[in-house]
Structures are given as C-alpha cells and as structure tokens.
C-alpha cells in the first residue's frame, strides 16, 4: 500500500524528470562540447572569442553548487515553464545543472579521438560536419557512453535535492515524510530504491560500453 500509494508515484516522477533533464542535458553538453573541439586552439574551425566565451559559461555553471543553482534561476526557471514547483519545474534547473558537465565530457571523449584518424580524414575531403559526426562522435561513441551514464546518475542524485525546494519525485517524499514526518521506514525504502536505480543505470551503461567495443 506505502509503494503504491506514495513511493511508486515518486519513482515515476523521479524517472520522468531525469529522463526529459538527461535528454535536454546531452543535448545542451554536445553542442557545447562540439563547440569547444572545434573552435579550440587545435580544432577544425579555430576561434578565439568563441572558445573562450563557451569556456568561461561552462566554468561559471559548474561552479555552482546544485542547490543554490536552483535557487538563483528560480526567475528563469518560471519563466520557462510557469512554475518553480513540481517535477516539470524541476526539469530546468537539472538541465543546466548537468549541462555543463556534460560539455566536458563530451569535449573529452572526442579529444580522446586520435588525430590521424581526422588528417586522414581531412586528406580524403571530408568536411567539417562529416569528420566531426563520421569521424570523430563515432570513434568516441563508446566513451560517450560512459559518460553520459555518469551525468544520468548524478541527475538521479540532483532530483533527490530537488525535493528540498519542491520538485516532486523520491527527493520530495524523503523530505516530507521521512524527515518531516519522522517516518524513518520511507527515508530507509526511498535510500534503496535510488540505490537500485543508480545499479540499474551502471550495469546497462556498462552492457552498452561493451558492445560497442567490441
């Protein structure tokens, strides 16, 4: 009754909001980290200002503890989507929560990419979007992966906090009724079941690893 009634309308929530934050955030971090490989000092479009500019953004955003990020965004995050309160609501400030360190991730991951695979490249003609998209995203795929599995279970750990200020989900239901409420059992259900989650989430990510290895 107790997992149906309260921590199964959690989980769901929870999920709906790392989903729709991961998306949103990988999305965000290759773009960002695209950008940073290629207008970099050695990358194929090199520019300065640009470079720096994407640096300093992604720097200052990673700063922030995730806490006070949601906090001081709380004007952004309502003009958005119309509220600061609930799950949706909550989907903004994960984004940029994650966004940035998925920008260095992915920067990473396609730094990783040798470079005479991409002179090669440049010998044969390619253009830029082919060699960053068939040359360099593919090479780095499988890094990519594992990073992007590291930036799900850090928003898992992210809509936990969420719950502090009213976003729904586990982080909510722990709060309420498990430090309000003294109901240590829920605190205790809410632990394990983030706990199992994050498992699940590591061993599919290492599944994918491996096979795109192979």
Do not use: C
């Amino acid at each position: 009754m107790l997992f149906k009634e309260v921590l199964l309308p959690a989980l769901i929530d929870t999920l709906y909001m790392v989903t729709l934050s991961t998306i949103f955030a990988v999305i965000l971090g290759f773009i960002s980290g695209v950008g940073l490989i290629v207008t970099g000092p050695k990358g194929l479009r090199p520019n300065h200002l640009v470079y720096k500019s994407l640096n300093l953004v992604i720097n200052i955003l990673r700063s922030f503890p995730f806490i006070i990020l949601m906090i001081s965004i709380l004007p952004l995050t309502k003009f958005i989507v119309g509220t600061t309160i609930g799950t949706t609501a909550a989907i903004v400030p994960l984004t940029l929560g994650a966004a940035p360190f998925t920008a260095r991730i992915i920067e990473s991951a396609l730094l990783e990419v040798d470079y005479g695979i991409i002179e090669a490249a440049k010998s044969f003609g390619a253009k830029t979007y082919q060699i960053i998209f068939k040359v360099m995203v593919k090479e780095a795929m499988p890094a990519m992966v594992l990073g992007i599995t590291l930036i799900i279970i850090n928003i898992i750990g992210f809509s936990a906090m969420a719950g502090i200020i009213g976003g729904g989900g586990l982080g909510d239901v722990a709060v309420k009724y498990g430090y309000y409420r003294f109901k240590v059992d829920i605190m205790i259900y809410t632990v394990v079941i983030l706990i199992l989650l994050v498992q699940i989430i590591q061993v599919l990510g290492n599944i994918l690893y491996r096979k795109m290895i192979k």
